[in-house]
């Protein structure tokens, strides 16, 4: 952002500014500069301010001339970072206060190439394995890349190829869907992770946008949490499903108090109807397994158990859980929607299926998606018999040597895997996206007629249509983002911003901002993500405050925040150690600059 448009930007938020709440008498405003060590001003910075106890922090961007403002409502003494890609991190502490603090810094060049490389992100380090076949490649980004990312730290751990083949074998195990050829070829590329260093080639991009953003961060359970969706409640809290440990977390943003609520325990064992799988020992100790979320008019929280082949109740206000079993055949019930009408609706990813529920006569109506061939009808046929019968042998993996996919030796392809859905609100339609087979479909929500479309990128996971009736989709396998306008049958694409020609993406989930039509966008690879403005086909792109991020579904706030949780598998990978609900402020920043700039004068 220009120093003009700064100003002009400021201006117009002043009056905006003298209306907030008052800032409370000890929190924290810091104001100055950040400049490298030759004494340019450095656009794009991210200082970021944490709490006393740590499990808080705030960041803003730097301007083009390298200023900053930040008010937070922390008391106490307090550590200011300021963060630049390829320098080193420079910490300096503060003391709340009743006016702003003037605090600049100074940040030098990482001139060790083991030190720069350690701070890139796992996209930088996935450049380093080697894919003589496509095909394996794509196999890969598929089945490797979905849960947490690949080349942090922890999972760039140089290993020989015996090793990496039983980390895959483990992998395998938790429903990562390769062939024996695909497993023995990725076991051998992952040996690229070698302890030389990545050459730096990364260049961020700073969007004229981004010094007017603010990123709140409220760290949430621990290192073994695995906090998946979180939803914006009618309260405006938040509302946050622990898969691993049948929690449902809750943020109150004003005050930052955090409150959990055990889901009830039921006759079933660690696992639930998966349990014959070895699901990952410390991180999933549930039965349940919530994964997400959807609230109807009423207030009650709908819940997909995605362990326990069950939807759940939740009433914010008598925390009280209902449950309501929807049989064993129908396999990881996943993401979910409510309709105009009430009617809850959601994936069920296993058996090929997406059901309809309605909460006043609390019955299910079951529809079953079109196969697309023989081996996936014979999938969907098979899938719920082997887990039943991979049950009877707790962590043991049986399902993955009984399943059509390896003694076929088709992998993935076999699957047809409904994922993400959402509710079209032009016409009430019911939409979902098949990521295994590229395909999104559509469901009549009267008769229940089912067609399904060809997806022009590959991987569409977590789909969200805007207020026009176009469904926008992010393309997991492709680093793109489709956008298919359902009443005139067009497709468009694009592919998303790279830090570097040989990187890659995988956007999990989007969503489209009810008022301003942008598409926010995650990433997950890159410690980034993005807001895709479909009037000038433009991304703006924010740098996380944490390494290793990995967000799921966004979520809007009455006042315009964009909300998610961070939930890398394992949260311990994350920098921070934990899980955390994550907001975004579009104009944020701007609004402390002209806060602070008020108080000044």
Not at 130 to 155: I, M
Not at 217 to 226: A, H, P, Q, T
Not at 458 to 477: E, M, S, T
Not at 487 to 501: E, M, N
Request: aromatic residues 10%; proline residues 7%.
């Amino acid at each position: 952002m220009s120093s003009t448009s700064l100003r002009i930007l400021t201006a117009v938020l002043l009056l905006l500014g003298s209306l907030l709440s008052p800032v409370p008498a000890g929190a924290v405003q810091v104001v100055g500069k950040v400049t490298t060590a030759e004494g340019a001003a450095v656009s794009g910075a991210l200082v970021t301010v944490f709490s006393e106890a740590g499990n808080r922090k705030t960041t803003v961007y730097t301007a083009d001339d390298g200023s900053y403002a930040i008010a937070t409502s922390f008391d106490g003494k307090l550590n200011v970072r300021a963060r630049v890609p390829a320098y080193e991190d420079v910490v300096k502490e503060v003391a709340a206060g009743a006016g702003p603090t003037q605090l600049d810094f100074t940040v030098s060049k990482i001139v060790d190439p083991y030190a720069l490389s350690n701070t890139l992100t796992a996209s930088a380090h996935l450049t380093k394995l080697k894919w003589d076949d496509p095909d394996l490649r794509a196999a890969f980004v598929s089945q490797c890349n979905y849960c947490h990312q690949v080349g942090n730290a922890l999972t760039r751990i140089p290993r020989e190829e015996k090793d990496w083949t039983a980390t895959i074998t483990r992998m395998e195990g938790y429903f990562a869907q390769l062939t024996n050829g695909e497993a023995k070829g990725i076991a051998k590329a992952l040996t690229g992770f070698t302890p030389a260093p990545v050459a730096f080639e990364q260049r961020y991009a700073v969007s004229t946008e981004l010094p007017a953003a603010k990123v709140e961060e409220w760290l949430v359970g621990d290192g073994m949490s695995f906090i998946h969706d979180a939803i914006v409640g009618q309260d405006g809290k938040l509302y946050g499903a622990d898969e691993g440990h049948d929690v449902i977390w809750v943020l109150d943003r004003a005050t930052g108090r955090i409150e959990q609520y055990p889901q009830p325990d039921i006759d079933l064992p660690r696992g639930g109807v998966l349990s014959g799988l070895p699901l990952p020992i410390g991180v999933f100790t549930g039965k349940h397994g919530p994964h997400s979320m959807a609230q109807t008019a009423d207030g009650r929280l709908w819940i997909t158990n995605a362990l326990s082949s069950s939807l759940m109740s939740f009433d914010p206000e008598t925390h009280e859980f209902k449950r309501y079993d929807l049989g064993h055949r129908h396999i990881y019930p996943h993401t979910i929607r409510v309709d105009r009408d009430g009617i809850v609706w959601f994936t069920v990813v296993l058996s090929n299926e997406v059901v309809r529920f309605d909460p006043v006569t609390e019955k299910f109506t079951i529809i079953g998606l079109p196969h697309n061939g023989f081996w996936r009808w014979l999938t969907d046929l098979c899938i719920p018999l082997v887990v039943k019968l991979a049950a009877w042998f707790p962590n043991h993996d049986l399902q993955n040597r009984l399943s059509p996919h390896k003694w076929a030796n088709l992998g993935r392809s076999i699957f047809n895997f409904p994922y993400g859905i959402d509710v079209n609100p032009v016409d009430g339609s019911i939409w979902y996206a098949k990521l295994y087979l590229d395909k999104i479909g559509r469901i009549d929500p009267k008769t229940l007629a089912v067609t399904e479309y060809d997806t022009p990128m590959k991987g569409p996971r977590r789909p969200r249509f805007d207020r026009n009736g176009v469904l926008w989709i992010p393309a997991f396998d492709d680093s793109g983002l489709m956008a298919y306008d359902t009443q005139d049958r067009h497709w468009r694409t694009w592919k998303l911003p790279l830090l570097a020609p040989n990187e890659y993406e995988v956007p999990y989930a989007l969503n489209v901002h009810p008022k301003t039509g942008d598409v926010w966008i995650t990433s997950n690879m890159s410690d980034r993500w993005f807001r895709f403005v479909p009037a000038t086909e433009t991304f703006i792109t924010y740098p996380s405050p944490t390494r290793v991020t990995w967000l799921r579904d966004w979520e809007f706030t009455r006042e315009g925040q964009v909300c998610s949780t961070q939930s890398n598998l394992p949260s311990y990978a994350i920098e921070d150690h934990v899980p955390a609900f994550l907001c975004v402020d579009p104009e944020g920043g701007a609004r402390d600059r002209a806060l602070l700039a008020e108080k000044s004068s």
